[in-house]
Nanobody, 122 residues
Framework: QVQLVESGGGLVQAGGSLRLSCVAS????????MGWFRQAPGKGREFVAA????????NYADSVKGRFTISRDNAKNTVYLQMNSLKPDDTAVYYC???????????????WGQGTQVTVSS
């Protein structure tokens, strides 16, 4: 059974930072590109960032470029999302995602985590 478990969400003031983590089952992690999506209240789920299996390729939504950094530790089966200079518009439930390739994980991931809430106060 595929499991993606997120952690690290919380409440932070505007301008602050948070780091999200997502631990995946070993088989899933080793064969997957990994990504993050978010869903704000009343809005659809949107792509945030993705990283290839080798970590040699990353992709970001324009809204987070220069502020967020995605990384992965293949030894720990963990993907991270470092979020800096947070804005109230970043408030959302953040979901970890896994896909067989970058083109998949950025659009229609194969697997999803349960989500973690990030709230940025002004």
């Amino acid at each position: 059974q595929v499991q993606l478990v997120e952690s690290g969400g919380g409440l932070v003031q505007a301008g602050g930072s948070l780091r999200l983590s997502c631990v995946a089952s070993a088989r899933t992690f080793s064969t997957s590109a990994m990504g993050w999506f978010r869903q704000a209240p009343g809005k659809g789920r949107e792509f945030v960032a993705a990283i290839s299996r080798s970590a040699g390729n990353t992709n970001y939504a324009d809204s987070v470029k220069g502020r967020f950094t995605i990384s992965r530790d293949n030894a720990k089966n963990t993907v991270y999302l470092q979020m800096n200079s947070l804005k109230p518009d970043d408030t959302a439930v953040y979901y970890c995602a896994a896909g067989i390739a970058m083109a998949v994980v950025t659009t229609t991931p194969n697997y999803w985590g349960q989500g973690t809430q990030v709230t940025v106060s002004s």
